[in-house]
């Protein structure tokens, strides 16, 4: 099994910025990529940013092109999303999920998730 746990959420005003970390443990898989999601109240959930943990080649929304950075300690186990320039509409509960293939922007794409850690941005 693999087990994904994310920290670093919080409030923060409008063009602030925060630094999301996952930690991962169990399992090891020879290739694998890591991806943020995230879920607001009544939406569905949505890709953010994934990264390809053998090759650091990264994919992200067209929404966050620009703002955010994916990236990852291989050493640590641990993805990281820096989130620069937020807006109120990036308020979430963001998720790290772990895909036992390349990256992919679907979450039924992915097989494990980590709980969440909100995010909120005010105006």
């Known amino acids: 099994q693999v087990q994904l746990v994310e920290s670093g959420g919080g409030l923060v005003q409008a063009g602030g910025s925060l630094r999301l970390s996952c930690a991962a443990s169990?399992?090891?898989?020879?290739?694998?990529?890591m991806g943020w999601f995230r879920q607001a109240p009544g939406k569905e959930r949505e890709f953010v940013a994934a990264i390809s943990w053998s090759f650091g080649s990264t994919r992200y929304a067209d929404s966050v092109k620009g703002r955010f950075t994916i990236s990852r300690d291989n050493a640590k186990n641990t993805v990281y999303l820096q989130m620069n320039s937020l807006k109120p509409e990036d308020t979430a509960v963001y998720y790290c999920a772990l895909r036992r293939s390349v990256t992919g922007p679907r979450p039924d794409e992915y097989d494990y998730w980590g709980q969440g850690t909100q995010v909120t941005v005010s105006s």
């Open positions: 169990g399992r090891t898989f020879s290739s694998y990529a």
